[in-house]
């Protein structure tokens, strides 16, 4: 079974999504670690398997006495099979990397050995994708991309980044950056030049990992684009300080770059601070 067989399955499959995620070989194909497997393992709440057994779907105890359903001709279920944490891929929840690896571990067989390599090759390689957004995407989403992408130059890891910016609106689209926004940037010693506006679409909510707003109706102006958000991918760039919630004020409407400055550069730091703690993105090392 391909990506698509299983996108095909899980999209008849009547449950709700978040009472149920995808483990093992299924999960590893979904996330494209692999192409291919030969059914669908997915791990469920104990509510989910109480309403099974209900409907009187049959089922078998596991060896730490956990129900397991079948569910037609290539899905099994298991009832709290849960390693890591979850994540959402292609719409639906995922066991994470880490997990993954722990749930192949624990299986011990050559194949599972096998797909340990495969998901340990996957997390060297994958890059992280953020994009950050701003009503037009010439003053304050691409101010928060260069300096992104200058502190992960400075920590080493711009291999391990696809950092972007986008507008929600249509109104600067192929313009450059704003002279004062360019200007500010340089006077950090940091170059945009060649950056043009662009409309962010539905498909970056697939195709980054985090979509970063400046503000409130950036945030509101994103998810009418994108349709709902069920990964919680975006969020504001002061969510990652002391300052949650906040917004950071357009300098097109104050005129005050110096402040836009230094709030996008706290919270530039705040989401490396971020990255670090949760994702085990380290840098360099003294």
Same mark, same amino acid.
């Given at each position: ?5 299983i ?14 995620w995808?483990v093992?070989?299924?999960?590893m194909v979904?996330?494209?670690?692999k *192409? ?5 393992d !997915? ?7 109480d309403?099974?057994? %209900?409907?009187?779907?049959?089922f078998?105890?596991? %060896?730490?006495? *956990? ?19 979850? =994540? ?6 995922? =066991?994470?990397?880490d ?5 192949? *571990?624990? !299986? ?11 998901? %340990?090759e996957? =997390? ?6 953020? !994009?950050?957004?701003? +009503?037009g ?6 101010? /928060? %991309?260069?300096?992104?992408?200058e502190?992960?130059?400075?920590e ?9 910016? /986008? ?9 450059p950056?704003?002279?004062? /926004?360019?200007?500010?940037l340089?006077? @950090?010693?940091?170059d945009?030049?060649g ?8 498909a ?14 950036n945030?509101?102006? /994103? ?6 958000? +069920?990964?919680?991918?975006i969020? *504001?760039?002061l ?5 949650k ?32 703690? @949760?994702?085990?993105y ?5």
């Amino acid at each position: 079974m391909n990506k698509e067989d299983i996108l095909r399955q899980l999209d008849t499959f009547p449950f709700d999504r978040t009472e149920y995620w995808l483990v093992t070989g299924a999960a590893m194909v979904l996330c494209g670690i692999k *192409k291919e497997t030969g059914d669908i393992d !997915l791990g469920c709440s104990e509510k989910l398997a109480d309403r099974l057994e %209900e409907e009187g779907f049959l089922f078998r105890y596991t %060896e730490d006495k *956990k129900r397991c359903f079948r569910y037609g001709e290539n899905i099994e279920i298991f009832e709290n099979w849960m390693k890591g944490a979850l =994540v959402w891929c292609e719409g639906f929840q995922t =066991v994470d990397a880490d997990g993954l690896i722990e749930m192949k *571990k624990e !299986l011990g067989r050559e194949k599972d050995r096998k797909d340990i390599a495969l998901i %340990e090759e996957y =997390v060297r390689n994958r890059k992280t994708g953020i !994009l950050f957004v701003c +009503h037009g995407n010439i003053c304050r989403s691409p101010m /928060a %991309e260069f300096v992104m992408k200058e502190l992960i130059r400075r920590e080493g890891l711009e291999n391990r980044f696809d950092i972007a910016s /986008a507008a929600t609106s249509r109104e600067e689209i192929g313009n450059p950056v704003y002279p004062p /926004a360019k200007r500010k940037l340089k006077e @950090h010693g940091i170059d945009c030049t060649g950056k043009t506006a662009r409309q962010m679409t539905k498909a970056d909510l697939e195709n980054f990992d985090m979509i970063i707003c400046m503000d409130s109706w950036n945030v509101k102006n /994103a998810l009418r684009i994108t349709g709902p958000d +069920h990964e919680q991918r975006i969020t *504001k760039l002061l969510d990652y300080t002391d300052r949650k919630g906040e917004d950071i004020s357009d300098p097109w409407y104050t005129g005050d770059f110096e402040e836009a400055w230094n709030d996008i550069s706290v919270g530039c730091e705040g989401l490396l601070a971020f990255l670090k703690e @949760h994702m085990g993105y380290g840098g360099k090392r003294s």
